[in-house]
Every structure is written in C-alpha cells, then in structure tokens.
T-cell receptor, first 116, second 111 residues
C-alpha cells in the first residue's frame, strides 16, 4: 500500500508554544489530506480536510486560527497547533488519498502531543 | 444519534473462536465502507473494503446491508494477533468527501 510519513511521532512542549506536524505522502501525489484527532479509547475525529493549493476545510467546532493547516504541495501538508495548551494534548493523525476523497485513506503513524 | 455507531465491547474470546462485529450508519447517502484495524497507540490500518456483494479475505468476511444501513465483520478462527480495536468507516459525499469513523470495537483474543 501507499506510504504516508508523519513527523514527529512524539512531542512534549510547554504551554504557549506552537507545534508543527508534517504529513508527507512518499510514493504518490495526494490531492487531499485529512487531519484527525483521537482521545484515548475514542474514535478519530476529523478536524479538517486539506486540499493542495487551497484553504483547508475545517469541521464544525475546530478553530482554524488554533490549528493552522497548510497544503503547499501534492506531497506535504502541515498542521500547526498554535499557543498549545494542556487540553490540546492528544493523538493527531493525518491521512492521504491518492484519488478522490472517496478512495482508501492511508494513514501516517500519528503524533502524540503532550502539552505541559 | 451518532453518524456511525459500534458496540465498544470489549469482546473477549478464546483462540479459534468466531466473532462478529456490527456497525450501523445513519446517513443513507453514504457511499463507501471500510473496516480498519487499530492497535494500541498506533494509526489505523485498512483491513478491508465492504461491498454489498460481500467481501472475504482469508479469515475475514465483511458484509454491507444498505437497506438496514449496517456493515458487519466476521472473524473466523481467531488468533491472538487479532487482538485490536476494529473501526468501521463510512464515506459521505457532502459536497466534498468526508470519512466518518465509528468509535471502534475492542477485541481481546486469549489463549
């Protein structure tokens, strides 16, 4: 299957700092990438849909100024958690699709963020 | 009502058992359906797609019932390595495609 790389896998930061997470499709071009958040024993919650060359589409309740998404190329999308607070601590996962959004998603390994 | 619902379990079964999971979805415009497997603190990995005609891959069988709006996953001859959380996923077309995941069903297979 297709390979999606997500970096870093683990971040521990102080409250108030910003954290950038990268998601790369290594062997295919991803027109669409998705960003999810997952709390322990809970489902993946879609945060936003990232489309190359255009603004991300955020889900209801997700602050676009808090979670900045940039999809500058067909192989890279970034999520920046700005002014992180302890309640932002979570598991963030990206995924990418090769074709339309109706295709199989390939997931990155996830980033575990801990804000102290 | 949640868009995608699953029994959270856990299902505790002995090795060799057959276990079945169901997942219901509320949006009749749902287009595509998948089962993913997620191990603890890892990302989801695609297990199989789900079709109305049924889909079998070794010990795993998935079914879609559009009339009743549910999908199922059957695991035969359970192995210890099958222990994981199984997520059903439904793709909606709401002007753009969006995948909704169920909360997952936890399976523990014991020797």
């Amino acid at each position: 299957g297709a390979v999606v790389s997500q970096h870093p896998s683990r971040v521990i930061c102080k409250s108030g700092t910003s954290v950038k997470i990268e998601c790369r499709s290594l062997d295919f071009q991803a027109t669409t990438m998705f960003w999810y958040r997952q709390f322990p024993k809970k489902s993946l919650m879609l945060m936003a849909t990232s489309n190359e060359g255009s603004k991300a589409t955020y889900e209801q309740g997700v602050e676009k100024d808090k979670f900045l998404i940039n999809h500058a190329s067909l192989t890279l999308s970034t999520l920046t958690v700005t002014s992180a607070h302890p309640e932002d601590s979570s598991f963030y996962i990206c995924s990418a699709v090769q074709g339309s959004g109706a295709d199989i998603q390939y997931f990155g390994a996830g980033t575990r963020l801990s804000v102290l | 009502r949640k868009e995608v619902e699953q029994d959270p379990g856990p299902f505790n079964v002995p090795e060799g058992a057959t276990v079945a999971f169901n997942c219901t979805y509320s949006n009749s415009a749902s287009q595509s359906f998948f089962w993913y497997r997620q191990d603890c603190r890892k990302e989801p990995k695609l297990l199989m797609s789900v079709y109305s005609s049924g889909n079998e891959d070794g010990r795993f069988t998935a079914q879609l019932n559009r009339a009743s709006q549910y999908i199922s996953l059957l695991i035969r001859d359970s192995k210890l390595s099958d222990s994981a959380t199984y997520l059903c996923a439904v793709i909606l077309n709401t002007g753009g495609f969006k995948t909704i995941f169920g909360a997952g069903t936890r399976l523990f297979v014991k020797a």
